[in-house]
């Protein structure tokens, strides 16, 4: 089992930045984030696997937001840059004890409770 407790959501106005921070129980090789707006299907964000900060990302968010981590904490982060107003939705961290990082949310085993995000016109 692994808990995960997510943090660092806020409102802020277009063009801003944020830092989402999540922290796992226990080292978890691939852990990545999901958003879900209200009424939409939750949806893949970026992933990290294994020990280097290499991450992989939604085109939705590509040079805009970098996932990295740090293992010593157990800690993932997510920092979003120049946001718009599409990227209000709840972000939620998620591990999964599989080696490789996917995008399907059937995929991951471990989430989080989620923190909301508000990006404001």
């Known amino acids: 089992q692994v808990q995960l407790v997510e943090s660092g959501g806020e409102s802020v106005q277009t063009g801003g930045s944020l830092r989402l921070s999540c922290v796992a129980s226990?080292?978890?090789?691939?852990m990545g984030w999901f958003r879900q707006d209200p009424g939409k299907e939750r949806e893949f964000v970026g992933a990290?696997?294994?020990?280097?900060?290499?991450?992989n990302y939604a085109d939705s968010v590509k040079g805009r937001f970098t996932i990295s981590r740090d293992g010593a904490k157990n800690t993932v982060y997510l920092q979003m840059n120049n946001l718009k107003p599409e990227d209000t939705a709840i972000y939620y961290c998620?591990?999964?004890?599989?080696?490789?990082?996917?995008?399907?949310?059937?995929?991951?085993?471990?989430w989080g409770q989620g923190t909301q995000v508000a990006v404001s016109s």
């Open positions: 226990r080292f978890v090789l691939v």
């Open positions: 990290i696997s294994g020990r280097e900060n290499d991450g």
């Open positions: 998620a591990a999964t004890d599989r080696v490789f990082w996917s995008s399907n949310r059937a995929d991951w085993t471990y």
